[in-house]
């Protein structure tokens, strides 16, 4: 059974940072590629970043280009997202996803206010 479980998130002030991490279980992480996505209140799941299984072909959504960086260690089965200058905007949960497996994890809540 593929796990998904994402973490790192939390209250910051616009204009702060935050990492996010998602650990893999149950499936060949290093195998495929990974996407993560967001879901605001009220508001359909947006997607933010893709990075390809080795690292590569690295992609961003317009709204979070230069702002976040997406990584993986695939010793450790584990997804990253580097969060910068963060705005209200960005506020919304957040989750990791296989670009070809169609599980969902419980997400990270990220809250961007002051």
């Known amino acids: 059974q593929v796990q998904l479980v994402e973490s790192g998130g939390g209250l910051v002030q616009p204009g702060g940072s935050l990492r996010l991490s998602c650990a893999v279980s149950?499936?060949?992480?290093?195998?495929?590629?990974m996407n993560w996505y967001r879901q605001a209140p009220g508001k359909e799941r947006e997607w933010v970043a893709f990075?390809?299984?080795?690292?590569?072909?690295?992609r961003y959504a317009n709204s979070v280009k230069g702002r976040f960086t997406i990584s993986r260690d695939n010793a450790k089965d584990t997804l990253y997202l580097q969060m910068n200058n963060l705005n209200p905007e960005d506020t919304a949960v957040y989750y990791c996803?296989?670009?070809?497996?169609?599980?969902w994890g419980q997400g990270t809540q990220v809250t961007v206010s002051s």
């Open positions: 149950g499936f060949c992480f290093s195998c495929y590629a």
């Open positions: 996803k296989f670009e070809s497996e169609n599980s």
């Open positions: 990075i390809g299984s080795a690292g590569g072909s690295i």
